[in-house]
């Protein structure tokens, strides 16, 4: 029972750790920002999970229904996901910039190319 | 049987979420995520927030997907095989975090239990209040719009920040003399093209629908921009980047984001002018559910204004900038 209690908080924690690894153990930079948005999705999961009400329906106010899930978290994860994609949309063009003074968006090269003597 | 549903969706994300990080094929690799962010929509509907899931399908299975395979077409399409890396020492992090923050959920209430303190402080006040204060159905508006409007006028200027830093990073316009748009294989689908004049009319319409209803259902600004840009963009897709850029002028286009915030900051600076405090909206009108109302209004048109202006601004410097390395790159992305 207590850990099936807690199955969506667990697959959110599963997703986020699939996501971390993503971005860690990979060097490509686009995959890396992908790994990030999987996270995120995970933050999302979480979050709306804890404002669940088991009785409760969509927070929208209507004859016959007392019971309202909680509408907080809805507000901040609808704002986060857009803020989220700006972000998401700064690191894609970050990337695009790598990729032209580099020519590469492996995460080494482009670290060995820094290294390189007489790099600037 | 929600719960039937719920492990199942539960179960896709994960199997998704595997294959991002499994796949090789960056285009692939892009296309999973676009199906993983619709399941993560289908998930918030049955965890009763169609806002939030209205939000990711057009944010994560249409703009961010559509960025991505932007990028994709700049940079590689294939990852590097990750082939004498060091996977242990990442494996174990993984592990180490994934575990503690597992032992951590012990603690947490039940899911969906009706004592959890998320349920018992602040929430209450939002359910009961909201009818009587503001007199819209539709809580996550009121929560989004009046009560929380300052946090809300953060998350815009975010957005609008966003979209600053892309235009300094790419430029706005950055083609080389003579690079035409010329048609890809996607514009010369005769099917798509019928298919995107039935279905885009359809999308802009809900958009306004969305913008215009989300007092009463699920929607509001930020909702309604991302609706109305994907529709744009599905456009530009299908039809070319010089037609879709001439639906909105681009001297016009840039001017949007920064209108929205200041049709969003300049109603908070009327009502102090009016003798209120900022973002109070009480002293627009004499009935104060009427003036609420008003206030929302005004403020989720400076939202959808910003929002939707801000990711079509953002698929066009991407598109500009795909159109100017075809000429010259070659062949890019090997």
């Given at each position: 029972m207590s850990l099936f209690a807690h199955y969506n908080y667990h697959l959110a924690i599963i997703l986020a750790m699939i996501g971390f690894y993503t971005m860690i153990s990979r060097s490509n930079l686009v995959k890396k920002v992908i790994g990030l948005n999987v996270f995120q999705v995970s933050v999302f999961i979480l979050f709306i999970s804890i404002g669940v009400h088991e009785?409760?329906?969509?927070?929208?106010?209507?004859?016959?229904?007392?019971?309202?899930?909680?509408?907080?978290?809805?507000?901040?994860?609808?704002?986060?996901?857009?803020?989220?994609?700006?972000?998401?949309?700064?690191?894609?063009?970050?990337?695009?910039?790598?990729?032209?003074?580099?020519?590469?968006?492996?995460?080494?090269?482009?670290?060995?190319?820094?290294?390189?003597p007489g790099a600037t | 049987m929600d719960t039937l549903v719920d492990i199942l969706l539960l179960a896709f994300i994960a199997i998704c979420a595997i294959a991002i990080l499994r796949l090789r094929d960056l285009f692939a690799v892009a296309m999973m995520f676009g199906m993983f962010s619709l399941i993560a929509a289908g998930l918030f509907t049955t965890?009763?927030?169609?806002?939030?899931?209205?939000?990711?399908?057009?944010?994560?299975?249409?703009?961010?997907?559509?960025?991505?395979?932007?990028?994709?077409?700049?940079?590689?399409?294939?990852?590097?095989?990750?082939?004498?890396?060091?996977?242990l020492l990442p494996?174990?992090?993984?592990?180490?975090?994934?575990?503690?923050?597992?032992?951590?959920?012990?603690?947490?209430?039940?899911?969906?239990?009706?004592?959890?303190?998320?349920?018992?402080?602040?929430a209450p006040y939002y359910i009961e209040n909201t009818q009587e204060h503001i007199g819209i159905p539709n809580m996550v508006a009121a929560v989004l719009a009046s009560y929380r409007a300052y946090d809300t006028l953060g998350e815009?200027?975010?957005?609008?920040?966003?979209?600053?830093?892309?235009?300094?990073?790419?430029?706005?316009?950055?083609?080389?003399?003579?690079?035409e748009s010329r048609p890809r294989d996607l514009e010369k689908h005769q099917v798509l093209k019928v298919i995107a004049k039935m279905i885009i009319p359809v999308i802009l319409l809900f958009g306004l629908y969305v913008q215009f209803h989300g007092e009463y259902s699920p929607g509001g600004g930020f909702?309604?921009?991302?609706?109305?840009?994907?529709?744009?963009?599905?456009?530009?897709?299908?039809?070319?980047?010089?037609?879709?850029?001439q639906v909105i002028p681009p001297r016009v286009l840039g001017a949007l984001p920064a209108l929205g915030v200041l049709i969003f900051g300049g109603t908070g600076v009327l009502n102090q002018l009016l003798g209120g405090n900022f973002l109070d909206y009480s002293v627009l009108a004499g009935n104060p559910?009427?003036?609420?109302?008003?206030?929302?209004?005004?403020?989720?048109?400076?939202?959808?204004?910003?929002?939707?202006?801000?990711?079509?601004?953002?698929?066009?410097?991407?598109?500009?900038?795909?159109?100017?390395?075809r000429k010259d790159d070659g062949e890019v992305g090997r």
């Amino acid at each position: 029972m207590s850990l099936f209690a807690h199955y969506n908080y667990h697959l959110a924690i599963i997703l986020a750790m699939i996501g971390f690894y993503t971005m860690i153990s990979r060097s490509n930079l686009v995959k890396k920002v992908i790994g990030l948005n999987v996270f995120q999705v995970s933050v999302f999961i979480l979050f709306i999970s804890i404002g669940v009400h088991e009785d409760g329906t969509v927070p929208i106010l209507r004859e016959g229904y007392h019971m309202y899930s909680n509408p907080l978290p809805h507000v901040l994860i609808l704002t986060a996901i857009v803020v989220g994609i700006a972000m998401t949309a700064v690191a894609l063009a970050l990337v695009v910039r790598i990729r032209e003074e580099y020519g590469t968006v492996e995460e080494d090269q482009v670290q060995a190319q820094d290294e390189e003597p007489g790099a600037t | 049987m929600d719960t039937l549903v719920d492990i199942l969706l539960l179960a896709f994300i994960a199997i998704c979420a595997i294959a991002i990080l499994r796949l090789r094929d960056l285009f692939a690799v892009a296309m999973m995520f676009g199906m993983f962010s619709l399941i993560a929509a289908g998930l918030f509907t049955t965890m009763h927030a169609p806002d939030v899931a209205f939000t990711e399908a057009a944010v994560g299975a249409g703009i961010a997907t559509i960025l991505i395979l932007v990028t994709l077409g700049q940079t590689a399409r294939r990852e590097k095989s990750q082939a004498g890396r060091n996977v242990l020492l990442p494996l174990l992090v993984v592990w180490i975090t994934g575990a503690t923050l597992i032992y951590g959920t012990a603690d947490l209430p039940v899911f969906g239990d009706p004592q959890a303190p998320a349920h018992t402080h602040v929430a209450p006040y939002y359910i009961e209040n909201t009818q009587e204060h503001i007199g819209i159905p539709n809580m996550v508006a009121a929560v989004l719009a009046s009560y929380r409007a300052y946090d809300t006028l953060g998350e815009v200027v975010v957005v609008f920040a966003a979209v600053i830093g892309v235009i300094t990073l790419l430029g706005l316009r950055r083609r080389p003399a003579g690079v035409e748009s010329r048609p890809r294989d996607l514009e010369k689908h005769q099917v798509l093209k019928v298919i995107a004049k039935m279905i885009i009319p359809v999308i802009l319409l809900f958009g306004l629908y969305v913008q215009f209803h989300g007092e009463y259902s699920p929607g509001g600004g930020f909702q309604a921009g991302v609706i109305f840009a994907a529709g744009i963009i599905l456009y530009a897709l299908v039809f070319g980047l010089e037609p879709a850029r001439q639906v909105i002028p681009p001297r016009v286009l840039g001017a949007l984001p920064a209108l929205g915030v200041l049709i969003f900051g300049g109603t908070g600076v009327l009502n102090q002018l009016l003798g209120g405090n900022f973002l109070d909206y009480s002293v627009l009108a004499g009935n104060p559910q009427t003036a609420q109302q008003m206030g929302i209004i005004m403020i989720e048109v400076g939202v959808g204004v910003t929002v939707g202006s801000v990711m079509l601004l953002i698929y066009f410097i991407f598109a500009e900038r795909a159109l100017g390395r075809r000429k010259d790159d070659g062949e890019v992305g090997r």
